[in-house]
C-alpha cells in the first residue's frame, strides 16, 4: 500500500527564518510527487510536481527537491503570508494512474 | 478564467437527508474527482471519473453517489447512508494525457450535519 508521511505536523518560524518540510513516500515504481498549498477553508493551490531522484524545481521562495524515497520543500527568508498547510501527493502505477495518495500536511506559521 | 467551482460553499444538512454538491470545471480536463479532508487527516478519494458517462469508487465511496453526465460537472450526492457527512468536500480535476496529469483543485464545500 502506498504511503506519504509529512513531518512536522506543525512548524512556527521567525520571518527570515529558513527552514524545510519533508515528505517520505513508499511507494512501488513513483510516476510523480506533488506539492501543494492550502489556506484555511480553501482548496489546495498547485507548487510544483517532481517525477524523478535529483530533480528540484523553484518558485520563489520556495525548492522542491526530490530523493529516491522523500521529497523536501526548503523555504527561504519566509514571510508570514508563506504561512499555510503544505501537503504532498504521490502517482504510482498501483491501482490507476490517475489516483493521488496525500499525506496529512504540515501546518507552517511564520511569525513577523 | 479558467477553473473549478464548487457550490454551495457551506451546506447544513439534517440527519436523514440527501445533499448534492455541485462541481464544474471549464478547464476542458477529461478526469474529475471527489475528496474528503478532515481536520489532520490527509485528502481521501471519493469517486472518480476519466470520461463521461464512467466513473469508479474510490477509498471511501459508501454513503455517496455521483454521476458524470457531461464533461463539465461532477456532482456528488451525499446520501442519508453516509453516517458522519460532517466534513470539508473537495472537487478536483485533471486530463488524462501521460504527460500532464496534475490536479487542480476547487474551493471546497464546508458540510455540516446538524
Known amino acids: 500500500e502506498d504511503q506519504v508521511t509529512q513531518s512536522p505536523e506543525a512548524l512556527r518560524l521567525q520571518e527570515g527564518e529558513s527552514s524545510s518540510l519533508n515528505c517520505s513516500y513508499t511507494?512501488?515504481?513513483?510516476?510523480?510527487l506533488f506539492w501543494y498549498r492550502q489556506d484555511p477553508g480553501k482548496g489546495p493551490e498547485f507548487l510544483f510536481t517532481l517525477y524523478s531522484a535529483g530533480e528540484e524545481k523553484e518558485k520563489e521562495r520556495l525548492k522542491a527537491t526530490l530523493t529516491k524515497k522523500e521529497s523536501f520543500l526548503h523555504i527561504t527568508a519566509p514571510k508570514p503570508e508563506d504561512s499555510a498547510t503544505y501537503l504532498c501527493?504521490?502517482?504510482?502505477?498501483?491501482?490507476?494512474?490517475?489516483?493521488?495518495?496525500f499525506g496529512s500536511g504540515t501546518q507552517l506559521t511564520v511569525l513577523p | 478564467d479558467g477553473g473549478i467551482t464548487q457550490s454551495p460553499k457551506y451546506l447544513f444538512r439534517k440527519e436523514g437527508q440527501n445533499v448534492t454538491l455541485s462541481c464544474e470545471q471549464n478547464?476542458?480536463?477529461?478526469?474529475m474527482y471527489w475528496y474528503r479532508q478532515d481536520p489532520g487527516q490527509g485528502l481521501r478519494l471519493i469517486y472518480y471519473?476519466?470520461?463521461?458517462?464512467?466513473?469508479q469508487k474510490g477509498d471511501i465511496a459508501e454513503g455517496y453517489s455521483v454521476s458524470r453526465e457531461k464533461k463539465e460537472s461532477f456532482p456528488l450526492t451525499v446520501t442519508s447512508a453516509q453516517k458522519n457527512p460532517t466534513a470539508f468536500y473537495l472537487c478536483?480535476?485533471?486530463?488524462?494525457?501521460?504527460?500532464?496529469?496534475?490536479?487542480?483543485f476547487g474551493p471546497g464545500t464546508r458540510l455540516t450535519v446538524l
Open positions: 471519473s476519466q470520461i463521461v458517462n464512467d466513473f
Open positions: 478536483a480535476s485533471s486530463t488524462t494525457r501521460l504527460a500532464g496529469g496534475t490536479q487542480y
Open positions: 501527493a504521490v502517482r504510482a502505477p498501483s491501482g490507476s494512474a490517475r489516483q493521488l495518495t
Open positions: 511507494v512501488s515504481g513513483l510516476r510523480g
Open positions: 478547464l476542458n480536463h477529461d478526469a
